[in-house]
């Protein structure tokens, strides 16, 4: 295997401005990095090959700043976007760091913050439309409990709708070309954060007005932070045609959100995600959302973003060493795969028609059929030789 | 408190055939006792104030028994049933024991697999509309994987809505007055199970043909296995108007799946569970599903029945005693629970007039915002002193 | 169940100074309360009737303060002690916040920083002894890793066992009577931290020159993370005489560091902790490691904190309760707790007259044995009773 | 890389007659494969490359055999260790299959039970000398407990101690040269089973009256189902010169047992644990307790055994080319990692030189240390690009 995982423009990888712009301050520490300017990283990932920047309001125009500053702020951004040819693929809205969201922000209790956090996001979609983001994202970080006494789930899932109903009736209004993108995440900050999994973003969108706005972000993190299985949960979020944007990253397990850089935890996991992504024909961009380490120095910073993307482009090319493999597919054959494509009804077979083959049950060879071979070991390991480079 | 916590059938208690008579074979060890007679456990669990009954096809009828003896088991068990007054609330279909299902049933690779699947759900929801059970639940033990690479994961929930439209549409030309309730988790036996959680069944089932058929059935040791907040979890289910039928047990954390008897691990997440069905006025079955530990002789399994039972009501009482005191109620609007149901929008409220309200962003005081008193630990605290008996 | 759960010095509560002192700083957020003055706190929970305070060296004195600073404070420090009577118990020593100890402190790859970490340790040791803390908590909060290619593991338990070989070395020079505690703590802030759980501290400290010296301070939160049961551990560290001091809090399993207020959220485990405490005689402070919820007010942390006492009182009176009862006493005979203290061979039996018995092996029935009693149910069922206040 | 990964006996790699022979039943499903000769084991474990088998009594001759059954049972195992030149090299007790044993073993609270466990094992002792295997493993699956109430724990620990203890003595006596190794597991089947981690049981072993005759036998999904770094574990169990013996396979997190095939779950780990054992000279078998997953038929069982080989050899070949890239020894230096082999005193220093040492505090620039780069990323992306095969 060479060494050509050099990322380019056309892979459409993007980050987020505040994940090399991470101080490292962590629960039990200061800071370790300075502050970094939004303009400089631009040019650094554009130099490492990256083709798009994402951010909160507040990683770009600090919490507070006046027009004037904002505007300032804006112009010598998007000199930078400018220069580079970076482009701004999504924006967020911090909801999460100001003491003013510690209970909530469409969900608080106080009902001038949940307007607060209306307007905040509004003026923020705005901005969101004029530096030509077509996702919009949305993490809940601080809608959730700590305690079952304090919250009204159902009245804060209503709160959550209002929201979402009025943000894609904004959107209408003022004929943006944006949708919606909601991140689930289980815990962390909140003790326990609502919509919490893919899923459960999945079935809120469907009470939504318009749900054909709204998709999911999901992050491999957060789902690995619920012990569930990363591929599978992109996968039904593909199903229900809602992946609308990714999060990838690091996370082992349960524990802390990590936020480790793409692969760097579970590879095979990893691994097969990209298959999946690939596959499908995910048109998105290949955002990450990592940290990098807190003992890293400033430099450290660009290391782990490079190898975010080199990682993305190695198992990119694994995977598809590995659908071109004969005997891959002659395995997946062997286990059964494709038949899966195929209905279990046979093309206008009816219900009735199903009740009449006997062959469907009276006659049907429990026995044999439960010991049959199913072949899953087998081709698991030559899952993990592709990975391991073994073959 | 005085002691009164004795269930009558109007409380709605009902168990599985499977968990009173599980014998306690366990991955490491063999039965530690004898089969249970299906007659015996309802007359027993009558005699401890059970209203109601559930079963899995081969709970109540073994695996491959010939028309006359699953003729005279039903006559037997009808008969047990007119004598105590017991009635089948839910039935649901074994579709994991059978070695011909170890690779999946709606989702088995194996098409042949797949369609006796089919047939012998089909035949058992006839079975639940003779015996006048109403709702008949899912679970899919079996769907999942331990190996990314031998699951095509968006066929495999093709088949699972071909199979649940199916099962839809039979009822309805059968003119059966059933609804199924899909029983999420997230893994065990396999190593990861579709459809995880309840959030991620609520958004498979809006995907099908017949969404308005189909709720879920969550579990609270299932929902535990997933790390994930239980009253959360069914909130959100009563929010989509989905709880259509309840699994009630106790789980400590992630670990295999324990099935403990109803408040046996976490106290305080069970009482504010009871707290949200009541106040929720959730209409449907108390259904215990737990495994008398694997330890206790025959006796044992009814001690631990009548305690599921007897542990709800008194979390049942409590639940009313802290709805109706003073100082919770106090504490509650101190804490600011009750005013999340207010609309965020005042009434006609305009997304213009939220923009154009200086009081919601421009003159709102942030700062004090972020001082304000949430009073959420003592509420919290009061919450303790109700489930301690302590106030 | 009157209502006198009013703590006294004779409790021997305590409160790291850092508990209440949090300023609600985490991952995703800014501080929500202002800093808070030792003395006022000093000064707040003696009132609240707690016994001790305990602190890092930097919550008392400013990292980096200089000599006059330091002394003054210390004063200012002193003079609220002797006014309340409060003492100062344990003392610990931040080796995580700054930066420099981003790597590790006395395992940090960097030697300089060992030495660094070892200095300040010392001197605060000193601080110990001049104000009669009795013990030294030593947690290890950045001694890990996040990658396993970036520490050898067995020379950084090397260089742990080096550092605590000196502190036991130079407190016997100076003829301090400290002995010293180490927290174990599985991750967070670092990926994976050095022994992990109370089992690898306690393993560890049998490697030490001066075992005696040494022992553990187990934290609630911190063996939940792991997963475990966490009367169990500290029953293992009473077993093996090392229960030295404790942290007292609540964590809702394997997720982000909670430090919950005690009780608040297994309840259940929180009562058998208690009971076990009690039961086995455990002489040392009652210490609270918990956070104030990052949405509280000012108010709303002496709240939390009274609560942590409060909700140790109950227990304390349930277990007593507990233990007093008759029919748990039966109960627990009925279960054959007490006959586990009987050893398995008789006084003075040999291995060869054990290998003689035929009532042991030859003539035992274990298919008899197999399907005895445990009555393990009932026995969990009237401790849920007692800690519901049910009977 | 080519494809030279083929065992032979010089690898030392051995399998449990349970693995191979797991005939897939779970505690939802039936068998899916018949039981399995374990002379037909051992013959194609032979062909496959192995060297060694390890069995738990019951595993070769069924519980409650006569002696002549025994006797003939050994003899054509004997005849087919003979005929391949397969060495036993680990036995174990099976104290957890049979009912007798459902509340405990050595810590039953049944006294007799207990004594019937110890006769038990004392009757394997002689069988693994006689068999001429050195190491005895002691798995207490069923030491624990699912409720606090009923068991205690101090007790159990004593007669946990008891047993080891009367082991001990038993083979000094008899001159067996036979070492004991405890497997650490954290629950399942029991709720909580005690000594639950490495470390617990290096604790546990500190308190016994022949420690140098007992280590452990770490399994990584075990230390895996704690949510543990496995890597660390072991790292720790070498430190203190504990690790006796090892259990390979793989687990995906914390969830029930699953006993994949070793390399299945999180490759980076198992990547790092060869390396560890490799580069650490560990010098015992390669043992795999693993189970070919419930769906293979029988011929898939030899497919994953030899799969657990394959990867084994590819990682230690991978951890081999790491140790040998000089690239990858620059980065590891820049990173600082071998630097922490250096005590972190001078070679005769003093604590009182220490003190004196300006360097070592006054003088020392924290600020400047905070900044250091530390070069982690970079040394781990390395790792992830040998584990790949991408470079």
């Known amino acids: 295997m060479g060494d050509s995982f050099v990322p380019t423009r056309d892979d459409h990888f993007s980050f987020g401005l505040w994940t090399v712009g991470w101080?490292?301050?962590?629960?039990?520490?200061?800071?370790?990095?300075?502050?970094?300017?939004?303009?400089?990283?631009?040019?650094?990932l554009a130099e490492l090959g990256a083709w798009g920047v994402t951010f909160h309001d507040d990683d770009l125009i600090p919490f507070g700043s006046d027009e004037a500053a904002r505007e300032a702020t804006l112009k010598r951004f998007r000199a930078?976007?400018?220069?580079?040819?970076?482009?701004?693929?999504?924006?967020?809205?911090?909801?999460?760091?100001?003491?003013?969201?510690?209970?909530?922000?469409?969900?608080?209790?106080?009902?001038?913050?949940?307007?607060?956090?209306?307007?905040?996001?509004?003026?923020?979609?705005?901005?969101?439309?004029?530096?030509?983001?077509?996702?919009?994202v949305a993490w809940?970080?601080?809608?959730?409990?700590?305690?079952?006494?304090?919250?009204?789930?159902?009245?804060?899932?209503?709160?959550?709708?209002?929201?979402f109903d009025i943000f894609c009736d904004y959107v209408t209004e003022r004929g943006y070309p944006i949708k919606f993108a909601i991140e689930p995440k289980p815990n962390e900050p909140r003790g326990d954060i609502l919509l919490p999994t893919i899923g459960h973003a999945l079935a809120f969108i469907n009470e939504l007005e318009h749900p054909e706005m709204v998709g999911v972000n999901p992050e491999v993190g957060h789902e690995t932070m619920a012990g569930?299985?990363?591929?599978?949960?992109?996968?039904?979020?593909?199903?229900?045609?809602?992946?609308?944007?990714?999060?990838?990253?690091?996370?082992?397990?349960?524990?802390?959100?990590?936020?480790?850089?793409?692969?760097?935890?579970?590879?095979?996991?990893?691994?097969?995600?990209?298959?999946?992504l690939e596959a499908a024909g995910y048109e998105g961009a290949r955002h990450f959302d990592f940290k990098p380490l807190r003992a890293e120095d400033p430099e450290g910073v660009w290391v782990s973003a490079a190898a975010c993307m080199r990682t993305y482009l190695i198992l990119?090319?694994?995977?598809?060493?590995?659908?071109?493999?004969?005997?891959?597919?002659?395995?997946?054959?062997?286990?059964?795969?494709?038949?899966?494509?195929?209905?279990?009804?046979?093309?206008?077979?009816?219900?009735?028609?199903?009740?009449?083959?006997?062959?469907?049950?009276?006659?049907?060879?429990?026995?044999?059929?439960?010991?049959?071979?199913?072949?899953?070991?087998?081709?698991?390991?030559?899952?993990?030789?592709?990975?391991?480079?073994?073959?």
């Open 228 to 276: 569930l299985n990363v591929m599978h949960g992109y996968a039904q979020a593909l199903w229900a045609k809602k992946l609308f944007h990714i999060d990838l990253n690091g996370q082992h397990g349960l524990k802390y959100d990590q936020d480790l850089r793409f692969g760097a935890a579970d590879l095979k996991s990893s691994f097969f995600l990209v298959d999946l």
């Open 23 to 44: 101080q490292g301050r962590d629960p039990f520490g200061d800071a370790t990095r300075a502050p970094l300017d939004p303009v400089y990283a631009v040019h650094r």
């Open 80 to 136: 930078a976007l400018d220069e580079t040819g970076m482009v701004v693929e999504m924006i967020t809205t911090n909801l999460f760091t100001h003491p003013v969201f510690k209970e909530g922000a469409f969900t608080a209790n106080d009902r001038s913050v949940r307007r607060y956090a209306l307007r905040k996001t509004l003026r923020n979609i705005d901005l969101a439309a004029e530096l030509g983001a077509q996702i919009f």
């Open 316 to 391: 990119r090319a694994k995977a598809k060493a590995w659908r071109a493999d004969a005997e891959v597919r002659e395995a997946l054959a062997a286990a059964g795969v494709p038949d899966l494509s195929q209905p279990t009804l046979a093309p206008g077979e009816t219900i009735a028609e199903l009740l009449a083959d006997p062959t469907a049950y009276e006659q049907f060879d429990v026995e044999a059929a439960g010991r049959r071979a199913t072949n899953i070991e087998r081709l698991d390991q030559l899952a993990l030789d592709h990975i391991l480079g073994a073959r």
């Open 140 to 163: 809940g970080g601080r809608e959730g409990a700590e305690s079952d006494a304090a919250k009204d789930v159902r009245a804060a899932l209503d709160r959550m709708k209002e929201a």
